[in-house]
């Protein structure tokens, strides 16, 4: 899944939500 922004590692706002090589990952 890709993230229409860019996060670092881990947003609060966005819990749970890892960004790698510009894609995202919801755990």
Do not use: N
């Not at 899944?1 to 755990?27: A, H, N």
């Amino acid at each position: 899944m890709c993230c229409s922004r860019v996060y670092s590692e881990t947003d609060e706002e966005d819990q749970g939500r890892i960004v790698k090589d510009r894609r995202c990952e919801i755990f």
